[in-house]
Every structure is written in structure tokens, then in C-alpha cells.
């Protein structure tokens, strides 16, 4: 019993707010494969290469470290007319906590892409599918019977019997995703996916029925062209797994330095709101067919006074490659700033 509350307390603390099982990142549109299968392929060029990382708690706790990284190439055949499809792959790693707690993540991912509309509306449909390993460091767990009034010796055995250090399972999830040109001025785009489609078993203990829930994530946004050097993007995330749901609600606000062949350079800054959890701040720049971003959580939680309101950081960079250089980079949403 001791052990199974320890274990209970560990990973629901390891795991954040409203994400459960899954991990999450404050920059969730540079991480487009993660946020919805959908998106694979979706973008102006001919592939596209990204990396994230983030680093959280470091502050009070062990930090929990995550390292994500994606891959995709678009496709076009003459047999399709406007339409495309995409292939990609998706790649993450994240250690929590005192326990380290790992979840390693390889999955491939599948995109169609239908205009629709004198090619006003995209419709996009995407799956994706691998194996997930999760395992946990024992010995780095402390029980009660290990200590000697306030003082912890290691010495002292804990007489708890543990499950396998290492458990493997499939994951499949799915999405969909809508495009919307309404202007030169303005777009729109929200888009629906579900992960743990295959309600994938997860325990450590072989007699065990322990299933992973769905989870649901919606986004939306829109890109607003205020004048020929400012761009508003709006942009909303709402996720959800059993009872535990959380959103994401900001802005980003992009002006442009330089925008001549070859050379554009738009210099970008965004500030978001994580429920009840965080307050999101995301300078970044734009350069060519790079994007590079840098966010900082301050921390509005109930822990803000153990963590001094310092949340986690973030980095990403997102290159597409374009067989024609002349193209330069182009917005296309959803994966906005790209």
C-alpha cells in the first residue's frame, strides 16, 4: 500500500495539469506532428525538419526535462490535381522528476490534403502510430520506513515489492483539421484530434488492466494582416483526458524587418494564458525558411510559492526546405509563422 501511494503521488505530480499521460509544450504550434496528425504536410516547401525542448521545475525539484523532434516531407502526384499528402515522423523523449519517470516516443504519421472551394478551404485528415516505452528508477524512490525520525538513511531496506522497471505499448491517434482563406487579409483554421485511440494497456504490473483513456486536443487561430508590417495571430488550445482538461489562450504579434527576395526577416513576440497553471511569454524570429523560438512559464499555480513563480523555458527551431530558394519562407496555417 505504501508503495502504491508513492507511486500515485509521483506520477500524478510528474505528469502536470491537464495533459495526464502525454506531454505537453507551451510552444505547441512548433511542435505541429505533436498538436495534430493532421498537420503532417501541411506546409509551403518541400520537407520540413524541427526540434523542441523544454526544461520545467528546475527551480525546487529535479527538473523534468522534454526533447522532441519531428520530420515530414510533402508529396504531390498529377493523379491528385490541387490535392497533396505527407509523410513524417515524430519523435520525443521526456524524463520527471526525483524518479525519472521516461517516456520514450517513435511514431510514424500519414496526411491527406483536399482544396476545396477555388482552393479557399483545405481539408486535412492524418493518423499516426508507433510504440511508446515508459520506465522508472526505483532506487531513486524514498518510503517512510527508510527513515530514522526526520533523517533518511538509504541503509534501511523499504520491504516493497516492485513492478518491471520498463513497460512498452502501441499508440494510435487521429485528427482533422480545416483551412479557411476568407481574405489576403485574413485566414482561419481550427482542427480536432484524438490520441490513445487503441486505449493501450499501461502498468507496471503484469495482472493489471490499467488502460490509458483518450484524449481529446481542439485548436484554433487565425492569421489578421494589419498593415503590410504587422500581423496579428490569435490562437486557442483546449485539451482533455478523463476528468482533467486544460487550455491555452494568446496572441501572437509578428512585424516584419525585412521582406525582399531572399532576405525576410520577421521578428515575432507572444504572450498566452495556461489555465490556472502559467502566464506564457514567446519572443521568437523568423529568418528565411527559420523559425526560432523561446518561451519562459511564470508560474500562477498553487506551487508558485515553492517554485518562486519560475515555471519551465523552452526552445524550438523549425527549417523547411524549398527546392526553389526564390519562394523564400511563407505563412500557411495551421503551423502559423511558417
Not at 502566464?279 to 506551487?303: A, E, K, T, W
Amino acid at each position: 500500500m505504501k508503495k502504491l501511494i508513492v507511486l500515485i503521488l509521483g506520477l500524478a505530480f510528474s505528469l502536470n495539469q491537464g495533459y495526464s499521460q502525454d506531454i505537453h509544450f507551451s510552444q505547441f504550434q512548433a511542435s505541429p506532428l505533436l498538436l495534430n496528425p493532421a498537420n503532417t504536410g501541411n506546409y509551403v516547401g518541400d520537407y520540413r525538419v524541427g526540434l523542441h525542448y523544454r526544461n520545467q521545475w528546475k527551480s525546487f525539484i529535479k527538473p523534468f526535462v522534454t526533447y522532441a523532434g519531428f520530420f515530414d516531407k510533402k508529396f504531390k502526384k498529377e493523379l491528385l490535381g490541387k490535392d497533396f499528402w505527407g509523410a513524417g515522423l515524430v519523435l520525443y523523449s521526456d524524463k520527471a522528476g526525483t524518479a525519472e519517470f521516461g517516456t520514450q516516443v517513435a511514431q510514424l504519421a500519414l496526411g491527406y490534403h483536399k482544396k476545396l472551394g477555388a482552393d479557399k478551404h483545405l481539408i486535412s485528415v492524418g493518423i499516426q502510430g508507433g510504440v511508446v516505452q515508459k520506465g522508472i528508477n526505483y532506487d531513486e524512490l524514498k518510503f517512510g520506513n527508510q527513515y530514522e525520525s526526520v533523517f533518511y538513511n538509504s541503509e534501511l531496506q523499504n520491504n516493497e515489492t516492485y513492478g518491471d522497471p520498463s513497460i512498452i505499448y502501441p499508440q494510435i491517434q487521429a485528427g482533422l483539421n480545416w483551412q479557411f482563406k476568407f481574405s489576403e487579409k485574413l485566414n482561419f483554421n481550427a482542427g480536432v484530434s484524438m490520441f490513445n485511440l487503441n486505449s493501450p494497456k499501461e502498468s507496471y504490473y503484469k495482472d493489471s488492466d490499467n488502460k490509458l483513456n483518450t484524449r481529446f486536443t481542439i485548436n484554433a487561430g487565425s492569421d489578421i494582416k494589419y498593415n503590410d508590417q504587422i500581423t496579428i495571430s490569435p490562437a486557442i488550445l483546449v485539451s482533455g483526458q478523463t476528468k482533467a482538461t486544460e487550455f491555452i489562450l494568446g496572441s501572437d504579434i509578428g512585424y516584419k524587418v525585412r521582406d525582399v527576395p531572399m532576405l525576410k526577416v520577421q521578428a515575432l513576440f507572444g504572450i498566452y494564458y495556461r489555465s490556472s497553471d502559467a502566464l506564457i511569454f514567446v519572443p521568437g524570429l523568423q529568418y528565411n525558411n527559420y523559425r526560432f523560438g523561446i518561451s519562459y512559464d511564470i508560474n500562477l499555480s498553487s506551487l508558485r510559492t515553492a517554485s518562486k513563480s519560475r515555471g519551465g523555458i523552452e526552445f524550438s527551431i523549425i527549417y523547411i526546405f524549398n527546392q526553389n530558394p526564390k519562394l523564400g519562407i511563407k505563412r500557411n496555417l495551421p503551423c502559423k509563422r511558417l
